[in-house]
T-cell receptor, first 109, second 117 residues
Framework: RKEVEQDPGPFNVPEGATVAFNCTYS??????FFWYRQDCRKEPKLLMS???SGNEDGRFTAQLNRASQYISLLIRDSKLSDSATYLC??????????FGSGTQLTVLP | GAVVSQHPSWVICKSGTSVKIECRSL??????MFWYRQFPKQSLMLMAT?????????EQGVEKDKFLINHASLTLSTLTVTSAHPEDSSFYIC?????????????FGPGTRLTVL
């Protein structure tokens, strides 16, 4: 079983739609969680950290459920510029990141 | 934000040759640098963790004699792919963690696309 499971998509949604991604992890030693965005042929860029209390940054909301071992990302009012691959990741106490395989999002005009 | 550079951004080489990739933290000191590899439509896979002045720690399945890592200073780590073969063609990305700063935050380089003919 992969350490991090993500629905690869692709998700094709119209502009203005709300879309949600989930990611499950199997290692209970996971300490910190993140969502990254990766554009084609580019490096990943940190979108936001994920906390148990949930956190919001503009149109983006991230949630962590430790009991069920999953994290989620909600994007409201999708923009064309949101089209990218979204990677979830977790860090161990050694601070090494383990990435999910990514979910591809395409926002259509 | 902190900037990490990689050089070269892309390289094409013949099978059997060695390729060196540099990763530099431009405006901060990095105690630890990480090397990842990403094949098309797959996730980033950690290859090794490199701490300044010590030997790199390789992930299971990564050959340390094939992927030589040198982390000689707090701002530079190099990855050398020795005797490269077509199956080594991939996107190699480094990241660096600052000496001080946000816990667990890693800053990624722009990546190096390696094609071995």
């Amino acid at each position: 079983r992969k350490e991090v499971e993500q629905d690869p998509g692709p998700f094709n949604v119209p502009e203005g739609a709300t879309v949600a991604f989930n990611c499950t992890y199997s290692n209970s030693a996971s300490q910190s969680f993140f969502w990254y965005r990766q554009d084609c042929r580019k490096e990943p860029k940190l979108l936001m950290s994920v906390y148990s209390s949930g956190n919001e940054d503009g149109r983006f909301t991230a949630q962590l459920n430790r009991a069920s071992q999953y994290i989620s990302l909600l994007i409201r009012d999708s923009k064309l510029s949101d089209s990218a691959t979204y990677l979830c990741a977790w860090a161990s106490s050694a601070r090494q990141l383990t990435f999910g395989s990514g979910t591809q999002l395409t926002v259509l005009p | 934000g902190a900037v990490v550079s990689q050089h070269p951004s892309w390289v094409i080489c013949k099978s059997g040759t060695s390729v060196k990739i540099e990763c530099r933290s431009l405006d901060f000191q990095a105690t630890t640098m990480f090397w990842y590899r990403q094949f098309p439509k797959q996730s980033l896979m950690l290859m090794a963790t490199s701490n300044e002045g010590s030997k790199a720690t390789y992930e299971q399945g990564v050959e340390k004699d094939k992927f030589l890592i040198n982390h000689a200073s707090l701002t530079l780590s190099t990855l050398t792919v020795t005797s490269a073969h077509p199956e080594d063609s991939s996107f190699y990305i480094c990241s660096a963690r600052a000496l001080a700063g946000v816990l667990n935050e890693q800053f990624f380089g722009p990546g190096t696309r390696l094609t071995v003919l």
